[in-house]
C-alpha cells in the first residue's frame, strides 16, 4: 500500500498539482488513535496507511480524486458512519441498505459514497470496495481491496499523457473485472 500511495502521490503532484494543493496533511498514529477512541473503532492497516498520507481534501475543494467522488477526511467518514449506522432499523429498514462495516472514503457530495468494507458483506472478502447509493438499491463491490484500487488509479496515471489529462475519470471500465453485482431488497428481520 505505501508503495501504491507514494506513486500516486507523485502522480497527483505532477499532473494535478492544483488538486494535490488542495489534500490535507496528514494524521498523525496519534491522531488515528484518538479517532478510534473516539468512535470506538479499529482501522484496519491499509485505511490508516491512506490517512497518514493525507487527511482528505479540504471542505471548500469539490473536485473529484476518482469515479466523481471526493476524499473524505477520516473524521468525516467516521461520523458518517456512525450517522448512518444510528439509522438502520429507523430511516433504513432495508437489511444492508448501509452496513455498520461500511467507511465511506470516497464521496460524491450527494449522500453516495465508495466504502470500504470491514467485514466482507456480501462475498465475505474483507477491506473490498463497495459503492453505497442513497436512492437506489444496487450495492456492487467495485474492487477487492482499497491497495488493488489504488494500483488501477496508478495505472491509469501511468498510461495518460499529461497533455491529454482529464480530471474527470472513471476507472468503472478498468475495474469492471471486479464488479459483482448485488441487489438489497429484503426488510431487516426483527
Same mark, same amino acid.
Given at each position: 500500500?505505501?508503495?501504491?500511495?507514494?506513486?500516486?502521490?507523485?502522480?497527483? *503532484?505532477?499532473? *494535478?498539482?492544483?488538486?494535490?494543493? #488542495?489534500?490535507? #496533511?496528514?494524521?498523525?498514529?496519534?491522531?488515528?488513535?484518538?479517532?478510534?477512541?473516539?468512535?470506538?473503532?479499529?482501522?484496519?492497516?491499509?485505511? #490508516?496507511?491512506?490517512?497518514?498520507?493525507?487527511?482528505?481534501?479540504?471542505?471548500?475543494?469539490?473536485?473529484?480524486?476518482?469515479?466523481?467522488?471526493?476524499?473524505?477526511?477520516?473524521?468525516?467518514?467516521?461520523?458518517?458512519?456512525?450517522?448512518?449506522?444510528?439509522?438502520?432499523?429507523?430511516?433504513?429498514?432495508?437489511?444492508? $441498505? $448501509?452496513?455498520?462495516?461500511?467507511?465511506?472514503?470516497?464521496?460524491?457530495?450527494?449522500?453516495?459514497?465508495?466504502?470500504?468494507?470491514?467485514?466482507?458483506?456480501?462475498?465475505?472478502? #474483507?477491506?473490498?470496495?463497495?459503492?453505497? $447509493?442513497?436512492?437506489?438499491?444496487?450495492?456492487?463491490?467495485?474492487?477487492?481491496?482499497?491497495?488493488?484500487?489504488?494500483?488501477?488509479?496508478?495505472?491509469?496515471?501511468?498510461?495518460?499523457?499529461?497533455?491529454?489529462?482529464?480530471?474527470?475519470?472513471?476507472?468503472?471500465?478498468?475495474?469492471?473485472?471486479? *464488479?459483482?453485482?448485488?441487489?438489497?431488497?429484503?426488510?431487516?428481520?426483527?
Amino acid at each position: 500500500m505505501k508503495i501504491e500511495l507514494e506513486k500516486l502521490d507523485s502522480h497527483l *503532484r505532477e499532473k *494535478r498539482p492544483d488538486y494535490y494543493s #488542495k489534500l490535507q #496533511k496528514p494524521l498523525s498514529e496519534a491522531q488515528i488513535s484518538a479517532l478510534e477512541a473516539e468512535f470506538d473503532t479499529k482501522l484496519p492497516n491499509d485505511v #490508516k496507511e491512506l490517512y497518514l498520507w493525507k487527511n482528505g481534501q479540504a471542505s471548500d475543494c469539490y473536485v473529484a480524486l476518482v469515479n466523481n467522488s471526493l476524499f473524505e477526511p477520516l473524521e468525516q467518514v467516521l461520523a458518517t458512519n456512525k450517522e448512518f449506522t444510528e439509522m438502520i432499523g429507523y430511516d433504513f429498514t432495508i437489511e444492508n $441498505w $448501509w452496513n455498520k462495516n461500511w467507511l465511506p472514503i470516497l464521496g460524491n457530495g450527494g449522500g453516495s459514497y465508495i466504502c470500504y468494507d470491514l467485514e466482507g458483506i456480501f462475498t465475505g472478502e #474483507k477491506g473490498q470496495l463497495v459503492e453505497y $447509493w442513497n436512492e437506489y438499491n444496487d450495492r456492487p463491490v467495485i474492487a477487492p481491496s482499497l491497495t488493488d484500487f489504488i494500483k488501477k488509479m496508478n495505472q491509469y496515471y501511468d498510461e495518460t499523457p499529461a497533455e491529454e489529462f482529464d480530471e474527470f475519470f472513471d476507472l468503472s471500465d478498468d475495474i469492471s473485472d471486479w *464488479r459483482k453485482e448485488f441487489i438489497v431488497d429484503q426488510p431487516i428481520k426483527k
